[in-house]
């Protein structure tokens, strides 16, 4: 059940990443001039670079989640998961929820 959850969340978080980089390399909101349409890219990429390869990791534990499926529980999964997740929020300037299974725990 809860690699279902990673599943959904994951796919959740990479259509929320292409719309948010979608609207952050929008090619109307960057300046006409040329040289300062490269150093507006340049300052936007390096961060968007950073963001794709912690959604790249991200995507890469749920999948290993999804296969050691029915093989005992894995606690570095979701250790690996929390740290990344939060790195990855942090990125994008968005803020994370996190639950115990119960919901007690918040």
């Known amino acids: 059940m ?3 959850i990673n599943q959904q969340a994951i ?3 990479q259509a929320f990443y292409r719309r948010f980089k979608g609207f952050h390399l929008d090619k109307s909101k960057l ?4 040289s300062a349409k490269v150093v507006m890219m340049d300052k936007l990429l390096r ?8 959604l790249r990791q991200l995507d ?7 296969k ?11 250790v690996g998961l929390v ?4 790195e990855f929020c ?3 300037g968005a803020c994370r929820l996190l639950m115990c299974n119960t919901g007690i725990h918040r």
């Open 2 to 4: 809860q690699n279902n």
């Open 11 to 13: 796919h959740d978080t």
């Open 31 to 34: 300046p006409g001039n040329p």
């Open 47 to 54: 961060p968007l670079n950073s963001s794709d390869e912690l």
């Open 60 to 66: 890469t534990l749920v999948m290993q989640g999804k």
């Open 68 to 78: 050691k499926q029915g093989f005992g529980i894995d606690h570095g999964l979701g």
């Open 83 to 86: 740290s990344i997740t939060a």
């Open 90 to 92: 942090f990125s994008v």
